[in-house]
T-cell receptor, first 112, second 116 residues
């Protein structure tokens, strides 16, 4: 079946450090891939997405590239800020499907 | 303001006492869904609805009911809550329907439920 695996957290970084959160997936066909972010006390918000192989999604300085050969969609940011502290979820949606599969989430702490 | 609202935000109840968590969206979305979030498990889908009067089970439907009598509302019903339903619940909606390339889900702020 479809699944999403994320690196375990928490991830703790200093401000301006480089961020990578790994995400790999298992799916049939050609899924769309997403990163959602959950700030404390809030619901999830879409951060970025990619709908086909080699697409790069980007938003607010975050990027992720859809790598079909490695079934990965790693999230990166060149310089994190304290305000980026949140839980990040990788997710997939199969083509023509109606169910989004979420990873377990990775909590990020950024220290000033 | 486009939003998904849930009520209540926090609820503590006892085993067996029926409860309803309401969800409403003002974006005219066809698709709505309920998830539960548990540590280490991410979000798991409970039920979803493609449109009025059209609902289907997600991955963890046992112990829950839903209804979709109006497009904007999608309440979650726990007829006889048990402690293993203690969790953080999220409602979400989307337009266009899932499977489209611009698909994005909009989430409510969450309902933290404790069943003792």
């Amino acid at each position: 079946g479809n699944s999403v695996t994320q690196m375990e957290g928490p991830v703790t970084l200093s401000e301006e450090a480089f961020l990578t959160i790994n995400c790999t997936y298992t799916a049939t066909g050609y899924p769309s891939l997403f990163w959602y972010v959950q700030y404390p006390g809030e619901g999830l918000q879409l951060l970025l997405k990619a709908t086909k192989a080699d697409d790069k999604g980007s938003n607010k300085g975050f990027e992720a590239t859809y790598r079909k050969e490695t079934t990965s969609f790693h999230l990166e940011k060149g310089s994190v800020q304290v305000s980026d502290s949140a839980v990040y979820f990788c997710a997939l949606l199969n083509t023509g499907g109606f169910k989004t599969i979420f990873g377990a989430g990775t909590r990020l702490f950024v220290k000033a | 303001e486009a939003q998904v609202t849930q009520n209540p935000r926090y609820l503590i109840t006892v085993t067996g006492k029926k409860l309803t968590v309401t969800c409403s969206q003002n974006m005219n979305h066809e698709y709505m869904s309920w998830y539960r979030q548990d540590p280490g498990l991410g979000l798991r889908q409970i039920y979803y609805s493609m449109n009025v009067e059209v609902t289907d089970k997600g991955d963890v439907p046992e112990g829950y009911k839903v209804s979709r009598k109006e497009k904007r509302n999608f309440p979650l019903i726990l007829e006889s809550p048990s402690p293993n339903q203690t969790s953080l619940y999220f409602c979400a909606s989307s337009l266009p329907p899932p499977g489209g390339t611009s698909y994005e889900q909009y989430f409510g702020p969450g309902t933290r439920l404790t069943v003792t």
